[in-house]
DNA sequence: GTCATTGTCAACCAATCGGTTGAGGACTGG
DNA sequence: CCAGTCCTCAACCGATTGGTTGACAATGAC
């Protein structure tokens, strides 16, 4: 996968990863602690958060076992940041679409850069 | 998949698709001009389109072919909400523990209602 | 030191994904 | 009407994903 919003963006396509990391805003917990209410087994939930933490979501003292996870506030800007530039791009074309062309006209359509590196 | 955001989140783990919503930000576009500039074939493309669409990230009008692509806003509201609202936990949290725990102890760890429903 | 608890690793499985090719459907332009 | 263009559908393929079970490493309690 490699790139940071993918991953981002690919962890919380999951229902079970959104709900842990929903918890853990209500504080740290072990990995038990995380796995207890759902039906599926602890490898399964440790699956999921090796992914959460691979993306940069979570976090782990990595103090033996019995560590506790703990959600990581950085990645969340990046994707906010990524979503709220073409949300509100798209929102501006919506209602005032003159208004705009301008900005628009500068970074976009003139030289189209292929897809490998990310239009940051 | 079925559940919007899960949907949504899936749709842009992908950077082919990223990448065309980013496009899409500089007006809509027919697929052929959007799969234009990528390597991989016009099918493909429209799968991407078709992914994206059933998302509600774009829409079409479906006036037969060449029918242009266009960008909704709606959806990244969603995910704006839902991201926005864990990660200012997050650094509540991580900045000024104490002062948040009252608002902690509100709706989390009381009676934990199990995965099935997103907690909204 | 012993032993139960906690978590991860490894192998496997069915389902999904991103891509391909091939064929065909539906407009558009003359 | 006919030809060509644009796009999608269908079948297939290899890789990845979310889940399982079983084994085992490491820590904590006594």
Redesign the interface.
């Known amino acids: 996968m490699s ?1 940071p ?3 981002a ?2 962890a ?5 990863r ?2 842990l ?7 740290d917990a072990t990995v038990g602690q995380l796995a207890a ?3 599926v087994s602890v490898q399964a939930i440790s699956k999921h958060l090796k992914v959460l933490e691979h993306a940069g979501l979570v976090s782990r003292d990595t103090k033996g076992h019995r560590s506790p996870v703990h ?3 950085e990645v ?2 990046l ?2 940041k ?3 530039r ?2 509100r ?3 501006a ?2 209602q005032r679409l003159d208004a705009v062309l301008a900005e ?1 006209n500068d970074d ?2 003139a030289g ?1 850069r ?2 490998r590196e ?2 940051t």
Chains 1, 2 share one sequence.
């Open positions: 790139d919003l993918s991953e963006f690919a919380l396509a999951d229902p079970t959104r709900d990391v929903a918890r853990l805003t209500g504080g209410p759902y039906q959600l990581e506030a969340f800007d994707m906010t990524w979503i709220e073409y949300r791009r798209a929102e074309r919506y628009m976009e359509e189209y292929p897809p990310e239009r």
